[in-house]
């Protein structure tokens, strides 16, 4: 939980968190309440105090859950070969554009 509070150190006012159950946290939300940002995170099952939630802006999470499974296949950024966090991000922006541009692709 340590490490969510780092992560979002630069969350800007008015923006959404979107996390998932393993975040349901007091604290967390209460950092993300500090930043003026909202934390949409779905309530564990043993969370006593309701919470405000929103299904339909939660379904979001899953086109950046699906673009990581689908980066995780170029096998350079799985395996994390690139050494220094320059050529990292360097790969990973690749390998978006090729995503983004397999859906233009024609079949001609």
């Known amino acids: 939980l340590a490490s969510a509070k780092d992560l979002i150190g630069h969350l800007a006012p008015g923006s959404m968190l979107l996390a998932d159950k393993g975040y349901d946290a007091n604290d967390l939300r209460a950092a993300v309440a500090e930043r003026n940002a909202w934390a949409n995170i779905p309530p564990k099952r043993n969370r006593k105090d309701p919470i405000c939630f929103s299904r339909h802006l939660y379904k979001a999470r899953n086109l950046v859950e699906r673009f990581f499974n689908k980066i995780k296949h170029f096998r350079r950024i799985a395996t994390r070969f690139d050494k ?12 978006s554009i090729r995503i983004w541009l397999r859906g233009y692709e024609s079949t001609a």
Not at 84 to 95: D, H, I, P, S
Request: hydrophobic share 65%; aromatic share 8%; no cysteine.
């Open 84 to 95: 220094t966090a320059e050529n990292f991000l360097a790969a990973v922006k690749l390998a």
